[in-house]
């Protein structure tokens, strides 16, 4: 019997940044052990690019993803769904989903590149703690 990977599916309002710089991180941390997938609300026009450039540093890429608009069947397709800040996803009956309130950055970090690094950062760590939880090998 084929093993089936684990369907993890991150949204944010716009899906632009956060729930973008999450599924780079995890596709990158999970190779194909894991299918990732990331919506929004709201959809944006394209990727927030300073979220592109912090998350290529760590070798992830997320420079060719489009922001998607949130289906219900996106939904109820994922065996994970995680909620990246504070969109208000309905809830739907048999769909599990959690939420990551990213860290608040320091009052030190002035400029937006050192709170999208900080925002980054948290979410690795996240991703890193997911993936364990997940029982996934890079493949």
């Known amino acids: 019997m084929p093993e089936t990977k684990p369907n993890v599916l991150f949204v944010c309002n716009t899906n632009g940044g956060k729930s973008q710089l999450a599924a780079a991180l995890l596709r990158q941390a999970a190779g194909t052990g894991v299918q990732v997938l990331s919506a929004g609300l709201l959809p944006a026009q394209h990727i927030n690019e300073?979220?592109?450039?912090?998350?290529?540093?760590?070798?992830?890429?997320?420079?060719a993803e489009v922001p998607t608009a949130l289906t219900e069947e996106a939904l109820r397709a994922a065996d994970r769904v995680v909620i990246v800040g504070e969109a208000q996803v309905p809830e739907l009956e048999g769909v599990t989903m959690e939420r990551w309130v990213p860290a608040e950055a320091p009052v030190e970090l002035s400029t937006e590149r050192e709170r999208m690094v900080f925002l980054r950062d948290d979410l690795a760590a996240?991703?890193?703690?997911?993936?364990?939880?997940?029982?996934?090998?890079t493949a």
């Open 126 to 137: 996240r991703v890193a703690a997911l993936k364990a939880e997940l029982g996934t090998t």
């Open 50 to 63: 300073l979220a592109a450039d912090v998350v290529a540093e760590l070798g992830a890429d997320m420079r």
